[in-house]
């Protein structure tokens, strides 16, 4: 097919990986954008050790305007509406059509779902997490509590994470013994994705490291001053820096043009990610896979292999040659146990007979890896 438009929606994980990957196989009378509101997105990943002063905040993003130099358009553009049925797409720059769309806008942040957390901590975003990092280089004591809501949430290790990160910094600081951490999840256990072993071995890594873990207790509201919240079993806790998990939901446009048909994550063919329109896609946070009892986690590292499985497809559409393989469902997260250490934790979710899935051990090596991987991320190889 000569002159195909390919539209890519969300410059993320996923959406800068299907516009590679359709690039790759594509000449150039076909043409590649991806659009997105923000120039230069910022690695949620880098959070965790961001907010302990790990990581400078001027080197967690990446340009999406550098993408021109592989033959990519990019779009700076605020995407107000998709119209599937005129396969268009308006946008604060006007408007955009297609032949062939990825949706790839991940999850958005329902912050009032939680009355309090839009004015608590958090690190989930970029914004607040320096602000969280200006508030813990001030701390010298007290009660840190970490809170997630309701599940799905982006990188169920990262509270997990996150606690255990703070424990080595306050160690390295010198004032662990006068801090207390607390993290809250509304899951029966941490880390259920990956197995009850992997499930129990992350409960005693908490447990030896002097970290209170809550479990079956999703905040449900913290104080208008930031210094109580309480929980989903009727207890509350005060606490010098209550940080949350942000409710996460589809977008309301994503949800407005109707490819989820009504579901709260937009469902796709697990085999090639395609939404129930033909040639519209869905990937990374905004879709739902299922994977055994649990669908898909969403992480960056599925959104990008969805997103390189996605330009395969719409790439041997166009050039009319044989459908890729189907999506495999493999990826693996790392989880920091410290500033120096990394574990990894994932597998293949989509195995035969359920998932199939391993955590690590934490070692340098592994932190190691974790640092390439952001330096992947930035150069736009992940
Ligand atoms: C604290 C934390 C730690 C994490 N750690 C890891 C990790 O170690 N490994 C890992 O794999 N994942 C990790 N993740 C998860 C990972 O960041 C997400 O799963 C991933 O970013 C999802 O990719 P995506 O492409 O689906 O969406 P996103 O990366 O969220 O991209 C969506 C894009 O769409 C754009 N957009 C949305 N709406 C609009 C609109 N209306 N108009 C224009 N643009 C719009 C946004 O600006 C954004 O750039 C972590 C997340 C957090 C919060």
Not at 24 to 30: P, Q, R, V
Not at 62 to 78: P, Q, T, Y
Not at 199 to 215: K, P, Y
Not at 335 to 352: D, I, K, P
Request: aromatic share 8%; net charge neutral.
């Amino acid at each position: 097919m000569a002159g195909s438009k390919v539209l890519v929606l969300g410059g993320g994980f996923g959406g800068v990986q299907a516009a590679i990957s359709a690039r790759a196989t594509l000449d150039s009378s076909h043409e590649v954008t991806i659009v997105d509101r923000n120039r230069v997105p910022h690695l949620c990943g880098m959070n965790p050790l961001l907010i302990v002063g790990e990581r400078d905040t001027d080197k967690t993003g990446r340009s999406l305007g550098r993408l021109a130099n592989r033959g990519i358009k990019f779009v700076e553009a605020n995407i107000d509406s998709i119209d599937t049925a005129g396969q268009k797409v308006e946008t604060s720059a006007g408007t955009l059509d297609y032949d062939y769309l990825v949706i790839a806008l991940g999850a958005a942040y329902d912050w009032d779902a939680v009355p309090g957390a839009k004015d608590a901590y958090s690190f989930y975003d970029f914004d607040y997490a320096r602000h969280l990092r200006r508030r813990l280089s001030r701390l010298k004591r007290g009660k840190i509590v970490l809170a997630a809501s309701k599940p799905p949430y982006k990188c169920p290790p990262a509270p997990l994470e996150t606690a255990m990160i703070i424990n080595w910094w306050a160690r390295k600081k010198g004032i662990r013994k006068d801090i207390d951490i607390s993290v809250y999840i509304p899951e029966h256990g941490p880390l259920g994705v990956a197995g009850k072993e992997a499930s129990m071995r992350v409960r005693n890594a908490l447990d030896q490291r002097g970290i209170e873990l809550i479990t079956q207790a999703g905040v449900t509201e913290v104080s208008a001053n930031g210094r109580e919240a309480s929980f989903g079993d009727g207890s509350s806790t005060t606490a010098d820096i209550i940080a949350t998990v942000p409710v996460h939901k589809m977008p309301d446009i994503v949800e407005a043009s109707g490819v989820s048909n009504g579901k709260p994550w937009v469902p796709v063919n697990k085999a090639n990610l395609e939404t129930s329109t033909k040639n519209v896609f869905a990937i990374g946070d905004v879709n739902v896979v299922p994977s055994g009892e649990f669908a898909i986690p969403k992480a960056g590292v599925f959104a990008a292999g969805q997103g390189t499985k996605v330009g395969e497809v719409i790439a041997s559409r166009i050039n009319e040659s044989h459908e890729p393989e189907p999506y495999d469902g493999i990826g693996f997260c790392y989880m920091a146990y410290s500033g120096g250490r990394s574990a990894t934790v994932g597998g293949e979710f989509l195995a035969e007979g359920g998932p199939d899935t391993v955590l690590s051990e934490p070692t340098v090596s592994g932190m190691k890896s974790k640092d390439r991987f952001e330096r992947d991320w930035r150069s736009f190889k992940i």
